[in-house]
């Protein structure tokens, strides 16, 4: 497993250092060769994952770039190339290695890691059984029910989060993980 993570860092940290958007471009050229096996499973995963932040981010550098008068396009290109590279190589480096063996050498990282997959696999059972929820009790679409469904789904989350959040913070500090 050394092996694996001295790849893993040394990769990342090469793709973190590349300062030209053709080499970039290269490098996720490659990537797409070697995982071209799994590129339409691991792209649908990237391009949902980066998709919102990514364009926000995008957004906002396009509304900065024309009030201060400035082409923003090479800058760009390269920082979503970079975002979306270095998340294909992420995602597609744990697609073939185990994640929780990977991190296993720290115990702290080891905890965090499934203290973050336990609350992921609760997120999304939650979700699952509110869409089945609402696909049960809804006939058909109407705009105001759907609004409605979205707020408490939201509300649901959020205090759902809170609530779990003091609890795991709590769990934490009697583990002594703060000192």
Known sequence: MFLYRAIFFIVLLAVLLIKDTALLLTV??????????????????VVKSILF????VTIGYLVMSFLKGFNPTAYLLY??????????????FFSKINIVHFFAFS?????????????????????????LAYKARIVKHLQ??????????FDQFL???????KERTLAM????FFD
């Open 53 to 56: 932040f990514n364009l926000s």
């Open 159 to 165: 205090q759902k989060s809170l609530k779990e959040s």
């Open 107 to 131: 115990k702290d990282l080891s905890y965090l890691l499934t203290i973050s997959l336990s609350q992921i696999i609760s997120y999304k059972k939650s979700f699952e059984e509110f869409k």
């Open 79 to 92: 920082i979503n190339l970079k975002v979306y590279t270095i998340t294909f190589f992420v995602f597609s």
């Open 144 to 153: 105001s029910r759907d609004k409605a469904f979205i707020i408490r789904v």
């Open 28 to 45: 996720l050229m490659v990537l797409w060769i070697v995982y071209y096996r799994d590129f339409v499973v691991l792209n649908v995963k």
């Open 173 to 176: 500090k009697s583990r002594g």
